[in-house]
């Protein structure tokens, strides 16, 4: 079985472009989750969805962070207009369970470069 | 305080010896602890859950106190392969609340 499969791998784009990251789960799971990695703030936890409902978006940054879940596999984060501080390597996961913890399996992050 | 914190390292241990770093976290409302491994420039993977009665897995061992609110992470007979970082997780149950500590980077030396 494929794992979490995010794409780009590597993005580098100018400040005030739309950059959007794509994430598609394991089969079967229902629970997706957004993170974003840097060294000085570790992994933070951006956003989550459980059956393709948004459960906790308290870690979006702002408003020009969105995601959405258009079908129960896949799951877009967008960011509009991006700034050099978003520079950071972003992480999907997926999880079978909804409620308490369960493994979260990650996907490889995109690294994302706003100059 | 944070609510989730280790120490960053990074901690140089000669291969075969045993190393322990611990995290500690502020909330002592009921929640779940897990240790997570990610190595340089990939996504993190579960090492292993985090039971009140303690657990252990091969060569890895996990201890939770809650009366100092800490976990532990114990290493024997370190190999050059568990050169990583190590990432504390608490679920807060109330909320549901998922929180990373930053890590703490070990290298293994030969």
């Known amino acids: 079985d494929a794992g979490v499969i995010q794409s780009p791998r590597h993005e580098v784009t100018e400040m005030g472009q739309e950059v959007t990251l794509r994430c598609k789960l394991i089969?079967?799971?229902?629970?997706l989750f957004w993170y974003r990695q840097t060294m000085m703030r570790g992994l933070e936890l951006l956003i989550y969805f459980n059956n393709n409902v948004p459960i906790d978006d308290s870690g979006m940054p702002e408003d020009r962070f969105s995601a959405k879940m258009p079908n129960a596999s896949f799951s877009t984060l967008k960011i509009q207009p991006s700034e050099p501080r978003d520079s950071a390597v972003y992480f999907c996961?997926?999880?079978?369970?909804?409620?308490?913890?369960?493994?979260?399996?990650f996907g490889p992050g995109t690294r994302l470069t706003v100059l | 305080r944070k609510e989730v914190e280790q120490d960053p390292g990074p901690f140089n241990v000669p291969e075969g010896a045993t190393v322990a770093f611990n995290c500690t976290y502020s909330n002592s409302a009921s929640q779940s602890f897990f240790w997570y491994r990610q190595d340089c420039r990939k996504e993190p993977k579960l090492l292993m859950s985090?039971?009140?009665s303690g657990n252990e897995d091969g060569r890895f061992t996990a201890q939770l106190n809650r009366a100092s609110q800490y976990i532990s992470l114990l290493i024997r007979d370190s190999k050059l392969s568990d050169s990583a970082t190590y990432l504390c997780?608490?679920?807060?149950?109330?909320?549901?609340?998922?929180?990373f500590g930053k890590g703490t980077r070990l290298h293994i030396l030969p």
């Open positions: 089969s079967g799971h229902n629970s």
């Open positions: 997780v608490v679920n807060r149950w109330r909320d549901d609340k998922i929180i």
């Open positions: 985090v039971y009140s």
């Open positions: 996961a997926s999880s079978s369970t909804s409620g308490s913890f369960n493994e979260q399996f």
